[in-house]
Each structure stands twice: as structure tokens, then as C-alpha cells.
């Protein structure tokens, strides 16, 4: 792109009066192939790489990378400072940095991988004028390499022991020995060791005999054959008293065990997490407030627990059977929720999983599990399905004013013009939950199925299915919401409900709707960014470009909704704003990549002729982040006048809106979406 021409486009959207960012020399960084000729590189910013054809160099030291590239940057000043390719890339990358006394052969200072989706941010604490190496690579088994930007900044982004998070954050930083207790009637149950961490900057109280005090659930997943579903939960565990020890970070010791210092650690072993006396209902945690009844069980009278399998985690047996599933992948997860965490802001991060595997022997019928690998910290364990399969798409969905979920969604063809679709939501923090799922049904849809995990030991919520039919152009699975059944099946707080059916349309890029199972005054229903079945005679829709998060705390999405062929229109949505802000859809047949244009917070991913206001003038976004428009394919805005829509044309489609930053008023942008009609 011409200087002349990019200056054009900053002037038609109103942001910046000249092309001056893509001349900036860091543009022209683009990194080494060889640690020993790493590309210097100084002061703060954005940094162009380019790995596709990159090789491995250097010993990997634990940070899991390969096409990797380097840079030698010298420190502007003594200060913390983020690397980061989030918002920068598709790639899946890693990120390691090194003091440079030479090609590194020891352990890095800090390693990122996949704090953002797929890409990575790394903090660590630098000296002015040193000299640093930073090693940018794909995951080790991510395959292909790409291009994008490096940002560095300095302050930190993310809670951790060099620039600890702002408050108490608890996380579960470990997960180890799983004790299996043994099968009665077909279900076995188990539970995990977990220890807790601070990476916040102030204590975490731990008051036993009252409810300041975090709580912690304990989940087991299988993934076989492209099915992802929650085998099993157990109740939560009360926190009662903490140890302080440095498994996560340099601890600074509480003066007491009713709090946990910063940057210490709790263990509590599985016995003591399956101590069944101590186990309370779920359904007496707030998840996204952090407060639980107390003292556990008086709210909801539930019955004493007896034999092994009360209250604690619990599967069905032959979920286990090697016989049965002999290629099974198996994940326990460990899930937090705290008030003083809550208070801060930090409820999104509590949950962390682990592979386990089948050791070959049993316990009283109950197959044993053993740990393996690593616990990967501050994601749920639905990232694994993400992680084994990069053609599944995964999504952070903030509720605005709310707590989160998480969202994956697959498509994997079956023969025959058959295509099955999966789905999989995961409840981090919202204490709203979810009672009914839409998505589009495409052609012939059927075999629809669903999984969830089992209440049990006098838990009072209902095990009923919900209910699945096609609805005119949908396919709605749904459950009695609160007003109508308070104990009816919804997926509530650190649960994962599973969906699947079959249809003979070809995957797109598209929208589903999740209905909350709590109204609360909030929106009744959020969107979900997803893979699903291509309408008849609609366009092929995908979405493109990695967002950066809001202020919010979402990242945006524009979805495409009904098309139109008599009226030759398409529906398009953007969702996950922040509630009120004033946004308006772009649109372009080139496709491009600019970080944050003109002081914007966000990347604008088109290029070329770039039109503004598709489907009429500036929309605010309602209580739910979102705001539609119908775009008119016979007149699309460009900056010479309207033009119609081909058959054969691809374009490009973005929303720009309002955002707040740190230091006053921003902009941002969505995820681009690309139409080939």
C-alpha cells in the first residue's frame, strides 16, 4: 500500500489526517532466522515478523516453540515491560524472552503461550540499556508459520509474579494426584489435589467459619472423536485455612492463615478435596460476586453425604472403560471463585486444567487416573479441544455487566454431503447461566444430541435433556428458564453442555444465540461468534482478523445474519461492544492489516477503497453489546458512490466504534467478516 493511497483511507474514516504509521521503522523489523544474528531492535511499539519459512534454532528451554525468529532489544528504560501478539496475528504463536549473554541455553525469563486465543503475551522486569533477546515461534504443534506484529509496551497486561495483577486474583496453579474412591452402580468417583495461587498484589482472606473465603469445584472432561463433553462434577470445597508457600511465584507470606499472601501458594491434597463432610452445593456459590452461603449446605438443606460417592466428583464407569474408548483424551479442571478476587475484577481467569490419562488399573471398579503434562493455568479445559484441533473455534462471550462464557464450535464433515456440528459452552463467572442454545439448521438437519454432567447427592436441579427441534431456520435446544423452573437443567456456573446434530449444508462462519437461564434486568440473550450450516442460497461467510479486547472485556465480532436473495440484502450484527457505544459498519473489497490506526485501540483489517456507514448511519450498541444493520448488496458505500454487489465478488465487512482506554476516549475495532457471493 502507497503512502498517498493509505492517507486516503485514514481520511475517509475520519481518524487520522496522513499515512505517517505504516512508515514507522518498525515496519520494517521483521526478525532473524538465527539467534546469532538477531535483528536489533529498540524502544517501545510494533514490530513486524514474519516466521513462514522459519526454522527452530536453539535449545526450546521448556517454552514449547518452533519456526521461531529473534530479536535483540535494548531496554529504553528500568521498568516492567508486555510483549505481545495479541491482536497482532493469526498465528498461534509463543513467545520467550532471554538476557543476552550470548544464544541462550538456560531457562528464559518469561514464556507466553496462548493468554489471548491462540496468541501470546509474555511480562518481565527489564534494566535500561541491557541488551534482551526475544524468541517469537508457533506452539511446537502448531504447524504453519505467518505474519504479524510484535507489540512491546511497557507496564504489564497480565496478572503474574513480575507484574502481579491489581488486587487479589486467585488461580488454580496446579492440579496433580487424582485418588479414585471406587464404582457403585456404574458411576465411579474421584477427586484432585489443587493448589491455589495468588498472582494479585494484595492478600486473599482465607477466614475459616465464614464466607470470606475462596471456594473450588472439581470437573473431568473427555475428548474422542471430536466430542468434547464434561463427564462429571463434584461439589465445591471451602477454603479454611492457608498455607503459604511459593509454588507460582516468590511468596510474601501472610502474617496469618486467614489469608494468602501475595505470590503464595495453598496446596490441598485430593484427599482433603474429597473429604465429603466439607463438600457444598454449587448452587450456593455466586460465581460472578465470588459469595457463597455459608454455613455450606444451611441454605439448601441437603442430606447428610454417605458411601464413596456423595458429593464428590463423579463419572459414569464405563466413560472410563479403555475397552470402550481405547483413543480418549481425559482433562480434569479446577475452577475458583472468591469475593475479594470477584471485587477486583478477576472472576474470568479462575478456572485452569490438566491432561490425565488411565493408568491400567481400578479401584474398586473405578479406573485410576494419573496426571500428565502441565497444568495450563487460567483457561478451562475446553481450550484442549482447541489445542488438539485447529479448525475448532474458540470464544471468550462477556455478558455486559456480567460474568462469562465460553464458547467452541466445530464442524467435521461425515461423507456423503453429511456434516456433523459440535458445540460446547462453558459457564466461567455468570451466575446467570444458560437455558436455551439457537443455531442455524442449514439443510436436512437431525441426529440432534446433547451432554452435560449429573447433578447428584441431593443436589435439588433437574437431570431432564433439554429439548431439541428445528424452529423455522434454526436448530433450538432449550430448558424452563428460572421464572419457570429455578431448579431446571441450565448450565450454571464451572459446567460445560455439549450440543451436536447433522445437516447436509456446508460450514460458514455465522451467528447462535444463547438464552440466559436468569433474566436479572440484563439482556435476555447474548451472541455467539460460531461455525454453522450455510443457509440455502446465502453467501460463504467467514470471520477474519484477530480483534483486540474492549474495554468491555470482550473482543468484537461482526456476524452475519439473514440474506436475502428477491431483496438482494444481508443482515450483519456486531456484537460483543461495550453497552452504548456508538459504532458504524465498513466496508471494502481488499482485505488488510493496520494496528491500531491512528491511535485507535484496535487493528482495522481492510484496505483499498474503504466505505463507511453500511446500512445507514451510526448505530449505538444496546445493553447487550450489539447492534444490526441490513446491508443493500445493490448499493454498497464506496468512497466514490454506491456500487452493487457481483456474482463471484468476495468483500469485506468491519465495525469501527467508540471504546474507552486507559487514558481517556479511543476507538476499536471487530473482527473483519469476509462475504463471497
Known amino acids: 500500500m502507497s503512502p498517498a493511497r493509505s492517507s486516503r483511507i485514514w481520511l475517509s474514516l475520519g481518524l487520522v ?47 514449547n516453540m518452533g519456526r521461531d525468529v529473534w530479536f535483540r532489544w535494548t531496554a529504553p528504560a528500568s521498568a516492567t515491560f508486555t510483549l505481545s501478539t495479541c491482536g497482532g496475528t493469526t498465528v498461534d504463536s509463543a513467545l520467550a524472552v532471554y538476557v543476552d549473554n550470548g544464544c541462550p541455553n538456560g531457562m528464559p525469563l518469561a514464556c507466553g503461550d496462548d493468554q489471548c486465543g491462540l496468541q501470546s503475551s509474555a511480562a518481565f522486569g527489564a534494566t535500561a540499556g541491557q541488551d534482551y533477546l526475544i524468541r517469537l515461534g508457533t506452539w511446537v504443534s502448531a504447524g ?36 479414585a474412591y471406587g464404582d457403585v452402580g456404574g458411576v465411579s468417583s474421584y477427586s484432585l489435589a489443587i493448589t491455589a495461587c495468588n498472582v494479585g498484589d494484595e492478600e486473599i482472606l482465607w477466614v475459616s467459619g465464614h464466607g470470606d473465603h475462596p471456594v473450588v469445584g472439581q470437573n473431568l472432561y473427555r475428548l474422542e472423536n471430536g466430542r468434547f463433553e464434561q463427564l462429571g462434577a463434584a461439589w465445591v470445597k471451602h477454603g479454611f485455612a492457608a498455607l503459604q508457600r511459593d509454588l507460582c511465584c516468590t511468596c510474601i507470606p501472610s502474617a496469618s492463615i486467614s489469608a494468602l499472601g501475595v505470590g503464595c501458594s495453598d496446596p490441598y491434597g485430593a484427599s482433603l478435596n474429597g473429604s465429603q463432610q466439607t463438600l457444598a452445593p454449587r448452587g450456593e456459590v455466586d460465581p460472578f460476586t465470588g459469595v457463597s452461603s455459608w454455613p455450606p449446605g444451611a441454605a439448601t438443606g441437603v442430606p447428610a453425604p454417605s458411601g464413596i460417592l456423595d458429593r464428590r466428583l463423579q463419572v459414569p464407569t464405563d466413560a472410563m472403560d479403555p475397552a470402550l474408548h481405547p483413543n480418549a483424551l481425559y482433562f480434569g479442571e479446577a475452577i475458583y471463585a472468591a469475593p475479594d478476587d470477584a471485587l477486583n475484577g478477576h472472576g474470568f481467569d479462575n478456572a485452569s486444567y490438566r491432561p490425565y490419562q488411565r493408568t491400567g488399573a481400578t479401584v474398586q471398579g473405578a479406573y485410576v487416573l494419573a496426571p500428565t503434562s502441565v497444568t495450563e493455568r487460567g483457561v478451562p479445559a475446553l481450550a484442549a479441544w482447541a489445542q488438539s484441533d485447529p479448525t475448532v473455534r474458540l470464544e471468550e462471550v462477556r455478558i455486559p455487566g456480567e460474568g462469562a462464557f465460553w464458547v467452541a464450535s466445530h464442524a467435521r464433515a461425515l461423507g456423503g454431503g453429511r456434516y456433523r456440528y459440535s458445540y460446547a459452552i462453558f459457564n466461567v463467572n455468570s451466575s446467570r447461566g444458560g437455558a436455551a442454545l439457537a443455531v442455524p439448521a442449514g439443510t436436512q438437519p437431525g441426529a440432534f444430541d446433547m451432554a452435560f454432567p449429573r447433578a447428584h447427592s441431593g443436589d435439588p436441579r433437574s437431570n431432564a435433556p433439554w429439548g431439541a427441534s428445528q424452529v423455522g431456520d434454526r436448530v433450538v435446544w432449550s430448558a424452563p428458564q428460572f421464572q419457570i423452573d429455578p431448579n431446571a437443567n441450565a448450565i450454571l456456573w464451572g459446567t460445560t453442555y455439549s450440543f451436536f446434530f447433522e445437516s447436509s449444508s456446508p460450514p460458514v462462519d455465522a451467528q447462535g444465540t444463547l438464552v440466559l437461564f436468569r433474566s436479572q434486568g440484563g439482556p435476555p440473550s447474548v451472541q455467539l461468534p460460531i461455525r454453522a450450516p450455510r443457509a440455502p442460497g446465502a453467501p460463504t461467510t467467514s470471520i477474519e482478523c484477530t480483534p483486540v479486547a474492549n474495554s468491555g472485556g470482550t473482543a468484537g465480532h461482526l456476524l452475519p445474519g439473514a440474506f436475502s436473495a428477491a431483496g438482494n440484502t444481508l443482515g450483519l450484527t456486531a456484537t460483543g461492544l461495550p453497552a452504548g457505544s456508538l459504532g458504524y459498519v465498513l466496508t471494502s473489497r481488499t482485505p488488510g492489516f493496520s494496528a491500531f490506526p491512528g491511535g485507535s485501540s484496535g487493528n482495522l483489517c481492510l484496505a483499498g477503497s474503504i466505505g463507511r456507514y453500511v446500512g445507514a448511519n451510526a448505530r449505538a450498541a444496546s445493553a447487550a453489546g450489539a447492534f444490526s444493520v441490513t446491508a443493500n448488496l445493490s448499493a454498497l458505500p464506496q468512497p466514490l458512490g454506491p456500487v452493487a454487489v457481483q456474482p463471484g465478488d468476495t468483500w469485506y465487512f468491519q465495525c469501527w466504534h467508540r471504546d474507552q482506554g486507559p487514558t481517556g476516549p479511543t476507538s476499536n475495532f471487530t473482527a473483519s467478516l469476509s462475504v463471497r457471493f
Open 17 to 63: 489526517a496522513a499515512g505517517a504509521l505504516l512508515a514507522s521503522t518498525s515496519a520494517l523489523a521483521q526478525g532473524s532466522d538465527s539467534c546469532a544474528s538477531a535483528q536489533g531492535i529498540t524502544g517501545t511499539g510494533q514490530y513486524f515478523f514474519d516466521n513462514s519459512v522459519a526454522t527452530v534454532d536453539g535449545v526450546d528451554n521448556g517454552c
Open 144 to 179: 504453519s508459520g505467518g505474519t504479524g506484529f510484535l507489540t512491546i509496551q511497557a507496564g504489564g497486561t497480565l496478572g503474574g509474579c513480575v507484574d502481579p495483577s491489581v488486587g487479589a486474583n486467585v488461580v488454580a496453579g496446579d492440579l496433580d494426584e487424582a485418588v
